[in-house]
T-cell receptor, first 111, second 111 residues
Framework: EDQVTQSPEALRLQEGESSSLNCSYT??????LFWYRQDPGKGPEFLFT???AGEEKEKERLKATLTKKESFLHITAPKPEDSATYLC????????????FGIGTKLQVIP | NAGVTQTPKFQVLKTGQSMTLQCAQD?????MYWYRQDPGMGLRLIYY???????DKGEVPNGYNVSRLNKREFSLRLESAAPSQTSVYFC??????????FGPGTRLTVL
């Protein structure tokens, strides 16, 4: 059974204080690993897809990296508007289109 | 483009009542999904439709039915609502195996 574990559950940063969120996964053949951002009362918003170990993607202050067992979402010099819950998910390469989501990391950036 | 739209945004039901949640996408995606999101449990797949004309059960299908009306529309029906179905419901769509795009959600309370 595919599993996704995110840590920490919650993270409080001062504005400008860089940090990383972790996503550990087990999957029977990785097709893709996804990062989403979810604001309160809204649906998840797609950020990145990573397909193979060693791959990296960046968007503004966010950088996602992937190894064979985990992914990191690095946040450089965060701003208060980066406050949100960040979700990690994996899809397997089998015929069943199942995406397994983690519970998320709730990030709060304090001015 | 509106992306993924859902109606209604909020709903309160009494135990035993029925209702249908509507979802539509304008991204020409083949696959559509229904999830529920509960505190501490993350997103759980209820049903999915890999393509027009097909539907399959996800992780938590009991108490729900779905209809893929056409390529754009995918509805979720609760035949006899129960308090355990109080949740936030999200519809999503994707090209096969790729990142999913989510709607704004329906907040359902069953009394």
């Amino acid at each position: 059974e595919d599993q996704v574990t995110q840590s920490p559950e919650a993270l409080r940063l001062q504005e400008g204080e860089s940090s990383s969120l972790n996503c550990s996964y087990t999957v029977s053949g990785l097709r893709g690993l996804f990062w989403y951002r979810q604001d309160p009362g809204k649906g998840p918003e797609f950020l990145f897809t990573l397909y193979s170990a060693g791959e990296e993607k960046e968007k503004e202050r966010l950088k996602a990296t992937l190894t064979k067992k985990e992914s990191f979402l690095h946040i450089t010099a965060p701003k208060p508007e980066d406050s949100a819950t960040y979700l990690c998910a994996v899809s397997n390469s089998g015929g069943y289109q199942k995406v397994t989501f983690g519970i998320g990391t709730k990030l709060q950036v304090i001015p | 483009n509106a992306g993924v739209t859902q109606t209604p945004k909020f709903q309160v039901l009494k135990t035993g009542q029925s209702m249908t949640l509507q979802c539509a996408q304008d991204m020409n995606h083949n696959s559509m999904y229904w999830y529920r999101q509960d505190p501490g449990m993350g997103l759980r797949l209820i049903y999915y439709s890999a393509s027009e004309g097909t539907t399959d059960k996800g992780e938590v299908p009991n108490g729900y039915n779905v209809s893929r009306l056409n390529k754009r529309e995918f509805s979720l029906r609760l035949e006899s609502a129960a308090p355990s179905q109080t949740s936030v419901y999200f519809c999503a769509s994707s090209s096969v195996g790729d990142e999913q795009f989510f709607g704004p959600g329906t907040r359902l309370t069953v009394l």
